[in-house]
Nanobody, 124 residues
Framework: VQLQAFGGGLVQAGGSLRLSCTAS????????AAWFRQAPGKEREFVAS??????YYADAVKGRFTISRDIAKNTVLLQMNSLKPEDTAVYFC????????????????????WGQGTQVTVSS
């Protein structure tokens, strides 16, 4: 599966962005999908995931971010509202096959395929 992320940019605090991740080579709806992010000098961290039946969110984004799928476009979306400066990071989409537990779906090792990342910068 080849993944390509789009939609990053510069936004003021309180604003919104929508990230898209398009898959080629396979049907994305057959795979577990997730978004991770990595801020400068920090480890890559979990943001949100969709295992085709359940969604999971990091506490830091719960209530502000929404992960969803556009089946027709073979795309996974991340709607980000009420953005904060601490949301500034490079955002990566990921896909994984096979069954894992809900907790495991929030871990990097559950995903074999990764997109190239898209920069999100939130100014205060």
């Amino acid at each position: 599966v080849q993944l390509q992320a789009f939609g990053g940019g510069l936004v003021q605090a309180g604003g919104s962005l929508r990230l898209s991740c398009t898959a080629s080579g396979r049907t994305f709806s057959n795979y577990r999908a997730a978004w991770f992010r990595q801020a400068p000098g920090k480890e890559r961290e979990f943001v949100a995931s969709d295992d085709t039946s359940t969604t999971y969110y990091a506490d830091a984004v719960k209530g502000r971010f929404t992960i969803s799928r556009d089946i027709a476009k073979n795309t996974v979306l991340l709607q980000m509202n009420s953005l904060k400066p601490e949301d500034t990071a490079v955002y990566f989409c990921a896909a994984g096959g096979g069954w894992v537990s809900g907790l495991a779906s929030t871990k990097r090792y559950a995903y074999a395929f990764w997109g190239q990342g898209t920069q999100v910068t939130v100014s205060s």
